[in-house]
């Protein structure tokens, strides 16, 4: 029992998944529809996603989700079959219906057992459901025709005559979500019903019976001028669900004949097909008859040999054995779809590999030291082969973490059409290099700050429709998000085309808080660069979008926290874009690799500024760790690593100083002993009991096998520019502690020590 | 003729077919050769593929004991249904008695 409620919980935890795809897609849909009313195919898609959550809420008894969904459905399906076009009011209450889905499954998911939110939602969700519910009731009078005209027009119209449908339900389809009487119901947006046949052929007995599995079939006369392929879509939903077997008006009592065969387990059938007229008793007994003759024995033998038969009479019209063919393909598809193209992986086994792979790596590395210390020719050939082999399960390891960032844009399409409409401008949302890829974990970093530069475009970037207009702009605003790869790196850029940024106020603005000096000059990017310093905001009006103070600031801090850069550039009147670059995976870095004493440290590549030799003549060093020095005119504060991390071994007669950039424009110096330049590394993330380590990120392993430590610079920033004596004592012997404690040794962190 | 006729549930759809099979099966245990078994349909607003199957079935295991099911003020909507399905012949109507 407890084991059928894990898969249970398994199988649920997929359908939040699922089910958070098909609303995107519903969203997306809507987006599509707005541009184009008439869309078929993104009508259908909104009925199918909105259908298939429906379904499956139902197959996991979440109540509440089935019912208000059964009304979204409701109207869609009046959408697709032509009584309705998706016009503002619908297309708003559609995507606030698909919050609410949203919602009542987030409530599920969270497992929300309050009450009052419970209820609250369930009031907002009856509300919403009568505000589609007045949807259903409206323009009912002119719907039929319009059904015909849409019906008529897309497909090529045939001679009208009578069409013979047999069907059999599979006994999934109620748990499906669909109902068959729904579907046969369509069919008279196709033609007219003359009539149908319940077949109860394969009801089990009343004992066996479960009345939630689908026993019925039908066999249905209808009169249509309509192609085989419109009346084939009627079926489209079930497809999966139901055998359906379609005999054309032109067709003869032979085809019937194969229809009985195929169904053999049907005793009554032959006589149901005479009673609805589909073939007269006599030809039916006829062909029959000259079945027997040409290949007597058990029907099911029979049953086989009458397709043989009919073949070689060339009785068989082509357009069956397509319409075979045609369907077989559309079951290998749909097969493929579900369980060939993608495997669900848990990320944390895709980190664990990547961290053995970065293992494997280092072993390599270590392997072909010894190889090469050995000089045996042969063994170093090998271990080169080896090395070669790593990186490219390593190149693999990490491709499998990469994802498609057009997945994360297309998130932005409601946002951007929910927010114009808000504020009456109209924008369009341009996505260019969504096939670009990066590191999942950086995606789901990175989603924060974009929104915040979406909105931020929104709210002040673009100018109200009659103001784009007196200055000779379309009155469209224009939105782009581009992706693409640049030297290791990602590039994503938010662009618009509206006001752009006024360095002079934005310089006013800075001077008024006191951010820049009187007679500071500043050049257009540093002017630029004032909308990231903290609390800092333009817009002279407040809306609820933005200018809540947690600004720029926040985002800017957000991207350096990924190793990343923002670069704001921007023409007054012509538009802003802001570049964000942005490392292709949290799991490599571009180190700078220093030596001090026995120990190795990785300082991040994109923090570092400059490399000086460090003068001790001019070093203000007090006792401990810190001190200053004056760069350029300018005090740099100064830690000495040496101290910070009580390295052992003597320190050389000339150290260096590598001028690191922390958050906010803080910078410090750094003292080393040696500098080993530029590293590639993969970082290994500290283990739990070194979590709470300051000053230290994560640790990797070197090529001869000896760990380096990847310095968290903002740490070490912040340490060295904290002024209050008593505070940076407290933090410095609380650094100090816990290096000792944890005993910190290099040597400890060594293979094979 | 002496057993009540049995009211059915307002949704006569998926949503209800298991229970509602359970309440027939009661129906049948406690048969005893009655020629007819009434059921009355009068609260029935809602009425599907699964209802439809449903009552067939009963339709099909009362006749197997010699009984047939007799619907009782059967809602115009579901009538409907069961016209356009071609199922009327396996249920006795109430005006037909």
């Known amino acids: 029992m407890s084991n059928n409620d894990g898969l249970y919980d398994d199988a649920l ?251 053999p387990d049907e005793l009554r059938l032959g006589d149901i097909l005479v009673a609805c007229g589909a073939v007269t008793r006599e030809a039916l007994d006829s062909a029959l008859a000259h079945q027997n003759e040409v290949a007597p024995g058990p029907v099911r033998q029979v049953g086989q040999a009458i397709g043989e038969i009919l073949v070689a009479q060339n009785r068989v019209n082509p357009e069956v054995v397509d319409a075979a063919l045609e ?164 590039v994503i850029q938010v662009s618009d085309d509206g006001k752009g940024l006024d360095g002079e106020k934005l310089l006013a603005k800075g001077r008024e808080k006191g951010l820049v000096a009187e007679n500071q000059i500043l050049t257009e990017a540093e002017k630029f660069d004032l909308i990231f310093a903290p609390g800092f905001s333009t817009a002279e009006k407040v809306t609820n979008l933005s200018g809540r103070g947690v600004g720029m600031d926040v985002v800017r801090k957000n991207i350096e926290a990924l190793r990343g850069s923002v670069k704001i550039l921007s023409q007054l009147g012509q538009g802003t874009a802001i570049e964000i670059r942005l490392p292709l995976t949290l799991a490599i870095i571009d180190g700078f690799l220093v030596r001090i004493g026995d120990g190795s440290f990785v300082i991040p590549l994109h923090a570092v500024l400059e490399c000086i030799d460090a003068d001790p003549a001019e070093m203000n060093l007090n006792e401990q760790y810190a001190g200053f020095i004056k760069l350029r005119g300018e005090v740099l504060p100064l830690l000495a690593l040496r101290s910070v991390f009580s390295c052992q071994g003597k320190a050389p007669a000339k150290q260096r100083i590598v001028v690191v950039r922390g958050t906010a424009g803080t910078k410090a110096g750094l003292i080393v002993d040696r500098l080993d330049g530029e590293y590639q590394t993969v970082i290994k993330p500290l283990g739990k009991l070194f979590r709470h380590l300051n000053g230290i990120s994560g640790s990797t392993v070197l090529g001869s096998g000896e760990v380096a430590l990847i310095l968290d610079v903002g740490a070490l920033v912040k340490l060295a520019t904290q002024n209050r004596s008593d505070e940076t004592a407290d933090r410095q012997k609380r650094l100090f502690r816990d290096l000792q404690l944890m005993g910190l040794d290099h040597n400890n962190f060594n293979r094979g020590t | 003729m002496s057993i009540k006729p049995t009211v059915m549930n307002s949704s006569f759809t998926i949503e209800n077919v298991s229970d509602m099979q359970e309440m027939m099966r009661g129906i049948l245990s406690r048969h005893n050769g009655e020629p007819l078994i009434e059921i009355d349909l009068s609260e029935v607003d809602e009425f599907d593929g699964a209802g439809l199957q449903l009552l067939l079935a009963f339709s099909a295991a009362a006749k197997k004991m010699g009984s047939h099911i007799q619907l009782n003020n059967l809602p115009e909507r579901v009538a409907a249904v069961l016209t356009r399905y071609n199922v009327t012949d396996h249920f006795v109507r109430r005006e037909q008695v």
């Not at chain 1, 013979?164 to 006994?171: A, D, G, I, N, T």
């Not at chain 1, 970065?358 to 020719?377: K, W």
């Not at chain 1, 009456?424 to 096939?435: C, H, P, R």
């Not at chain 1, 700050?449 to 103001?467: T, Y």
Request: hydrophobic share 40%; aromatic share 6%.
């Open chain 1, 13 to 263: 935890l997929i359908f939040f998944d699922e089910a958070r795809e098909m609303l995107q897609n519903i969203e997306d849909s809507l987006l599509q529809l707005e541009n184009n009313p008439k869309d078929d195919e993104a009508i259908n898609a909104l009925f199918r996603s909105a259908h298939t959550i429906k379904g499956t809420s139902g197959i996991f008894n979440l109540n509440r989700v089935v019912k208000f969904t059964h009304q979204v459905e409701s109207v869609l399906d009046r959408v697709r079959k032509g009584g309705l076009t998706i016009d503002l009011g619908l297309s708003e209450a559609l995507f606030t219906s698909c919050d609410m889905i949203g919602t009542l499954l987030g409530q599920v998911e969270k497992r929300t057992d309050d009450p009052a939110a419970i209820a609250a939602t369930d009031a907002a969700a009856d509300a919403l459901s009568d505000r589609l519910g007045t949807f259903l009731h409206q323009g009912g009078a002119d719907s039929a025709s319009v059904v015909k005209e849409v019906t008529t027009a897309a497909e090529n119209v045939h001679q009208e005559g009578i069409w013979h449908l047999s069907v059999r339900f599979h006994h999934n389809t109620f748990l499906s979500g669909f109902d068959p009487l729904t579907v046969i119901d369509y069919l008279k947006n196709v033609g007219e019903i003359i009539s149908i046949h319940t077949i109860e052929a394969h009801f089990p007995e009343w004992d066996k019976f479960d009345a939630e599995s689908c026993y019925l079939g039908f066999e249905i006369r209808l009169k249509t001028q309509a192609a085989k392929s419109v009346i084939e879509s009627a079926f489209e939903f079930v497809a999966e669900d139901c055998d359906l077997r379609i005999i054309a008006p032109t067709r003869r009592a032979s085809d019937f004949i194969a229809l009985i065969n195929q169904l």
């Open chain 1, 327 to 490: 369907r077989q393909s559309k079951m290998t598809g749909a097969v493929r779809q579900e369980g060939g193209l993608f495997v669900r992986v848990p990320a944390d086994k895709l980190d664990e590999l990547i961290n053995l792979v970065g293992e494997l790596v280092i072993c390599g590395a270590s392997a072909s030291l010894q190889a090469v210390q050995a000089e045996d020719a042969g063994l170093i050939g090998t271990t080169q082969q080896l090395s070669r082999l790593v990186e490219e399960i390593r190149n693999g390891a990490l491709g499998l973490r990469m994802v498609r960032i057009g997945e994360t844009f297309v998130r932005y399409r409601r946002v951007v059409h929910d927010v114009s409409t808000e504020l009456g401008k109209t924008v369009n949302l341009v996505i260019e290099g969504a096939d670009t890829e990066l590191d999942k974990s950086v995606v789901e970093k990175i989603g924060d700050p974009l929104m915040h530069l979406v909105r931020n475009s929104l709210d002040h970037g673009i100018e109200m429709p009659e103001d784009r207009i007196a200055v000779g702009k379309p009155p469209d605003g224009t939105i782009c998000l581009s992706a693409r790869h640049d030297s290791g790196n990602i």
